[in-house]
């Protein structure tokens, strides 16, 4: 079992920064591709960006793209995502996922939700305009 816990989240106004933060304990995560995943009210919960269990493959959906960084720290067994320039449809609550059958390759990251099988409550982040 991994147990996954996200921080960070708040209210800020359009074109600042949040630094999200997913802490991991249980099965070490170390061996896991990671993933951010976002949900607006009333919405599907969408993909944001992934990072592989090395942490030197990352990818991102366009919308994030250039704006939005992923990374990981595997020796505090956490993963950030660092956040800028962020519009008001960023407004969403973001969950971290961990892949568990991604520890056979250490460069290999997906963008599919169903891939993920363990994931933490969210964090809420609202942009204001």
Do not use: H
């Not at 996922?97 to 990251?109: E, G, I, L, V």
């Amino acid at each position: 079992q991994v147990q996954l816990v996200e921080s960070g989240g708040g209210l800020v106004q359009a074109g600042g920064s949040l630094r999200l933060s997913c802490a991991a304990s249980g099965r070490t995560s170390s061996n896991y591709a990671m993933g951010w995943f976002r949900q607006a009210p009333g919405k599907e919960r969408l993909f944001v960006a992934a990072i592989s269990r090395s942490g030197n493959n990352t990818y991102y959906v366009d919308s994030v793209r250039g704006r939005f960084a992923i990374s990981r720290d595997n020796a505090k067994n956490t993963v950030y995502l660092q956040m800028n320039s962020l519009k008001p449809e960023d407004t969403a609550v973001y969950y971290c996922a961990a892949d568990s059958a991604s520890w056979y390759s250490s460069s290999y990251y997906t963008s599919v939700r169903y891939e993920y099988d363990y994931w933490g409550q969210g964090t809420q982040v609202t942009v204001s305009s």
